[in-house]
T-cell receptor, first 112, second 110 residues
Framework: GEDVEQSLFLSVREGDSSVINCTYT??????LYWYKQEPGAGLQLLTY?????DMKQDQRLTVLLNKKDKHLSLRIADTQTGDSAIYFC????????????FGKGTTLSVSS | NAGVTQTPKFRVLKTGQSMTLLCAQD?????MYWYRQDPGMGLRLIHY???????AKGEVPDGYNVSRLKKQNFLLGLESAAPSQTSVYFC?????????FGPGTRLTVL
């Protein structure tokens, strides 16, 4: 079935780049997403990429998609303490409308 | 433009009680969803709707029912709450590409 895998933790120093990785299984997913969740809050859509693209850049965020390996990454440049949060990778489901299949989330910890 | 709103924000139930969670969106989206989030887990799909008057089961539908009588509202019902339903519930609505989430309802079943 459909599945999304992410590493659980990442720790970086302020000012460094962060790279969060994700693998997915459904090659028919139309879109792939990155969401951010701060403690006690809802999910904030950070960015998404159409499956026929290799890369998308949006200010400090760069998304890379390797469709052959079903690998998605999110790079945050100049990471700040305010970037500390849980980051979820998600793929669009082929079987449930446009519902999303989520990974378990990567906790990013940024130290000053 | 409020986006996606959920009521209530918090609720404590006793085992066997019933309740309804309300989700409302003002973006005229056709698709709406209910997810649950448990500690250390991503979100899992409970039920979804692809338009007014339609509903369908997601990954974890047991113990829940839903209704979509109006396009802007999607209701999630628990007929007889169980401790295993203690969770944070998120509603979402989407256009074709972007899915927007509500702030969540934190439910505890004792």
């Amino acid at each position: 079935g459909e599945d999304v895998e992410q590493s659980l933790f990442l720790s970086v120093r302020e000012g460094d780049s962060s790279v969060i990785n994700c693998t997915y299984t459904d090659s028919s997913s139309t879109y792939l997403y990155w969401y951010k969740q701060e403690p006690g809050a809802g999910l904030q859509l950070l960015t998404y990429i159409f499956s026929n693209m290799d890369m998308k850049q949006d200010q400090r965020l760069t998304v890379l998609l390797n469709k052959k390996d079903k690998h998605l990454s999110l790079r945050i440049a100049d990471t700040q303490t305010g970037d500390s949060a849980i980051y979820f990778c998600a793929e669009s489901s082929a079987q449930a409308g446009t519902a999303l299949i989520f990974g378990k989330g990567t906790t990013l910890s940024v130290s000053s | 433009n409020a986006g996606v709103t959920q009521t209530p924000k918090f609720r404590v139930l006793k085992t066997g009680q019933s309740m309804t969670l309300l989700c409302a969106q003002d973006m005229n989206h056709e698709y709406m969803y209910w997810y649950r989030q448990d500690p250390g887990m991503g979100l899992r799909l409970i039920h979804y709707s692809v338009g007014e008057g339609t509903t369908a089961k997601g990954e974890v539908p047991d113990g829940y029912n839903v209704s979509r009588l109006k396009k802007q509202n999607f209701l999630l019902g628990l007929e007889s709450a169980a401790p295993s339903q203690t969770s944070v519930y998120f509603c979402a609505s989407s256009s074709m590409a972007e899915q927007f989430f509500g702030p969540g309802t934190r439910l505890t079943v004792l």
